[in-house]
């Protein structure tokens, strides 16, 4: 605008030429007889909005929102209506079409700069939601940033997915946010389809595999939780993680060292098989999971893969070992025929065949759930965090392999198109 008309503007008087036309009908014969200002439809028509964007009720208060699509006061000005845009802007409100569609009720709509629509009495839904997140948001951190103690409950999935979410709690939930402890609570479920490690009778079944967590300060308050703090190390997300560095292994070692001690005639029952069959000996460890638990983005290579993989690992000028631990039984076969007397395996195993369609903590979960399936796995893994190469898809259990020995090498193994398959080495971090 002209510098001088927006002088003329500012004191009220601006040259006739660049007044706004206004209305012939004046607001109190519009009202009277029902008739409609059609202007503000056919602008509605030309900015290529339906018709009823510029259809007002003219009797309406100035102040007052009117229910329906959208709303305007018909005799006001261009004028005014810029300064009815500028004043709701300054605010921090925003325009109907930087919102959902669907919160356009309550609103009024101007006819000025292309017909854009402001709220006059109410914030759009988007921004209504979002100050009522952030209040519950404030609301949540009050309550748990008290003292508390994280009572970790199990969850329906394997053996050391349970375990691993523990240990995800010690790193990424301990001494945050209030939580002074840690309780681990693993009570079974008749209701449970994966987690088959004990029965309700059994009570806690954590205490059967590893001591309580100790802590000098528990609170008594208490919040009870079944999930992840940081999903990332678990399901398909810990495929990304095997690609990436290997900071998490160190990290998660910390907390696992420091807080976790497994009971002590498990432990027994593993030094006595690491005594007699891997002292002096160089270790790689093999993990062969069942094909239905396929978490990667492409399935595992067969196990007699694995054994190519894993006999090429060994030294010819040592003595050396293959730790296995699988729950298909004729890989355990397949791996005895070729590796004979340094083949590592647990014997007397639950274990299912090959064709089965469902893994063994599926079957054991209905049929028949018991503690020593959580020792069987348990050991296994123990076993495998003695060895110096991991040979591993993607698995909880390789997971927990992966930080409970840091230093040693992770060689992730998966099958691609046209039947080549690839084992990638992480060196330790």
Not at 153 to 174: K, P, R, Y
Not at 209 to 226: G, Q, S, V, W, Y
Not at 286 to 301: M, S
Request: hydrophobic content about 35%.
């Amino acid at each position: 605008m002209n510098p001088k008309w927006e002088l003329l503007r500012v004191r009220g008087h601006m040259p006739r030429r660049s007044r706004p036309r206004r209305s012939k009908l004046t607001a109190a014969s519009r009202a009277a007889d029902g008739a409609r200002d059609m202007r503000p439809a056919r602008r509605a028509m030309d900015a290529g909005l339906p018709p009823t964007a510029g259809v007002v009720h003219a009797h309406a208060p100035r102040a007052q929102v009117l229910p329906g699509p959208v709303n305007a006061q018909p005799d006001r000005d261009d004028r005014n209506a810029a300064n009815a845009i500028a004043r709701p802007r300054a605010a921090g409100w925003t325009r109907p079409s930087e919102r959902d569609n669907s919160s356009s009720r309550g609103t009024i709509c101007t006819r000025a700069a292309g017909s854009r629509c402001v709220s006059d009495q109410v914030k759009s839904t988007e921004q209504l939601l979002l100050r009522i997140n952030a209040q519950i948001h404030r609301w949540d951190s009050r309550t748990v940033t008290c003292d508390h103690t994280l009572v970790v409950e199990a969850i329906d999935s394997g053996f050391f997915s349970n375990f691993n979410c523990v240990v995800n709690h010690l790193h990424h939930s301990l001494g945050h946010d209030g939580c002074r402890a840690i309780r681990v609570d693993w009570q079974a479920n008749p209701d449970f389809r994966e987690f088959a490690y004990g029965r309700p009778e059994d009570g806690n079944l954590w205490e059967h595999f590893f001591e309580p967590l100790t802590f000098a300060d528990r609170p008594l308050k208490e919040i009870r939780l079944n999930g992840y703090a940081d999903a990332s190390m678990t399901g398909r997300d810990a495929y990304n993680m095997y690609k990436g560095d290997n900071a998490w292994r160190a990290a998660y070692h910390r907390a696992f060292a420091k807080h976790v001690r497994v009971r002590e005639e498990i432990a027994t029952r593993v030094d006595e098989i690491a005594a007699e069959r891997l002292d002096g000996a160089f270790c790689v460890g093999v993990h062969y999971r069942h094909p239905a638990h396929n978490e990667g983005p492409r399935p595992a290579p067969p196990f007699f893969q694995h054994a190519q993989w894993a006999r090429r690992l060994l030294p010819k000028d040592r003595e050396s070992r293959v730790v296995l631990a699988t729950d298909i039984q004729e890989c355990v076969e397949h791996f005895r025929d070729v590796f004979g007397e340094r083949l590592v395996v647990q014997g007397g195993v639950a274990r299912v065949p090959l064709a089965e369609e469902q893994q063994v903590h599926y079957l054991h979960a209905r049929e028949d759930p018991h503690t020593s399936l959580g020792e069987e796995v348990l050991v296994d893994a123990l076993l495998l965090a003695r060895c110096a190469v991991l040979i591993h898809t993607v698995s909880n259990i390789a997971t927990a392999v992966g930080y409970m020995r840091p230093d040693a090498n992770m060689l992730f193994c998966e099958h691609f198109a046209g039947g080549c398959s690839e084992l990638s080495e992480r060196s330790p971090p």
